[in-house]
């Protein structure tokens, strides 16, 4: 596509609950990242695949959390036992290069709401 | 203390006026400065990027990074209703993957 998909768009999630966010890069891009955005807040990085290898996941906040990219295209953020303090919007980004900081492009993200 | 600070606003503007945004920031290794614009329930965009100290022009917007004072700022001239968005400076180092670190984001309102 012409663009970084992310889906669901909106996900409501009992507490407790395990959920799955899903991201499509745009074709060929190499690097991936996903970020997490609490409301008024900036994007603050959770985690960094570079093809399939997951190469940082220093942002991640706990256990709970658990990305993958299998084959180096879609990828997926799961968090397991959500709390509410998981509600956030979560954006994926992808690059066609890792030195580049200034070509990511973003996804609309998945807004989580936790009740 | 967070790494980059961005004054949250709102700042409201009538519309032609010239629009002064600003961050600060604290890690010296910081060497890329970018700007995004956020338009609510949509990924950031990116608006401009600047390498090291300088300033860098694109039309209406104008970024300037001074980092012997850890200073950035995004201009917008003749401000325009569809200004409207929130607004992100982001910064990284350049040496192999670097993460983006994101200030908080200043809501920008241009009215008609």
């Known amino acids: 596509g012409a663009g970084v998909s992310q889906s669901p768009r909106y996900k409501v999630a009992k507490r407790g609950q395990d959920v799955a966010l899903r991201c499509d890069p745009i074709s060929g891009h190499v690097s991936l990242f996903w970020y997490q955005q609490a409301l008024g807040q900036g994007p603050e990085f959770l985690t960094y695949f570079q093809n399939e290898a997951q190469l940082d996941k220093s942002g991640l906040p706990s256990d709970r959390f658990f990305a993958e990219r299998p084959e180096g295209s879609v990828s997926t953020l799961k968090i397991q036992r959500t709390q509410q303090e998981d509600s956030a919007v979560y954006l994926c980004?992808?690059?066609?290069?890792?030195?580049?900081?200034?070509?990511?492009?973003f996804g609309s993200g998945t807004r989580l709401t936790v009740v | 203390q967070k790494e980059v600070e961005q004054d949250p606003g709102p700042l409201s503007v009538p519309e032609g006026a010239i629009v002064s945004l600003n961050c600060t920031y604290s890690?010296?290794?910081?060497?890329?400065f970018m700007w995004y614009r956020q338009y609510s329930r949509k990924g950031p965009e990116l608006l401009m990027y600047?390498?090291?100290?300088g300033n860098k022009e694109d039309g209406r917007f104008t970024a300037q990074v001074d980092k012997s004072s850890k200073y950035i700022s995004l201009f917008i001239r003749d401000s325009q209703p569809s200004d409207s968005a929130t607004y992100l400076c982001?910064?990284?180092?350049?040496?192999?993957?670097?993460?983006?670190?994101f200030g908080t984001g200043t809501r920008l309102l241009v009215s008609p």
């Open positions: 980004a992808s690059s066609l290069a890792q030195n580049r900081p200034y070509g990511y492009t």
């Open positions: 890690n010296s290794a910081f060497q890329y």
């Open positions: 600047t390498y090291s100290s």
């Open positions: 982001a910064m990284s180092g350049n040496t192999g993957f670097q993460k983006l670190v």
